[in-house]
């Protein structure tokens, strides 16, 4: 069973920066897929950024609303994933989860708790 607990929100001016962390615990870090994950009010859970079990970037994954904005990173041996927010935008609020996907799978095996970001106009 794999633990994720995200930090790092909070709240932020637009055009502010926030980074957010999510530390695993309870497997074996470098045989998961990483993601970030948003979900505002009203909205579906959306995924943000994705990157494998490398951290190659050519194995990474922005969505559209957020290239050249944020970047995603990873640190095997310290069990983290960072997703760095920069110029952030009002559009930008929402709860942040990060999750987990085996390596080969199709699939999220784990969830963290969400983090909530707020980015004030």
């Known amino acids: 069973q794999v633990q994720l607990v995200e930090s790092g929100g909070g709240l932020v001016q637009a055009g502010g920066s926030l980074r957010l962390s999510c530390a695993a615990s309870g497997g074996t870090f470098s045989s998961y897929a990483m993601g970030w994950f948003r979900q505002a009010p009203g909205k579906e859970r959306e995924l943000v950024t994705a990157?494998?079990?490398?951290?190659?970037?050519?194995?990474?994954f922005y969505a559209d609303s957020v290239k050249g904005r944020f970047t995603t990173s990873r640190d095997n041996a310290k069990n983290t994933v960072y997703l760095q927010m920069n110029s952030l935008k009002p559009e930008d609020t929402a709860v942040y989860y990060c999750?987990?996907?085996?390596?080969?799978?199709?699939?999220?095996?784990?969830w963290g708790q969400g983090t909530q970001v707020t980015v004030s106009s």
């Open positions: 990157i494998s079990w490398s951290g190659g970037g050519e194995n990474t």
């Open positions: 999750a987990a996907s085996l390596v080969g799978g199709t699939s999220i095996d784990y």
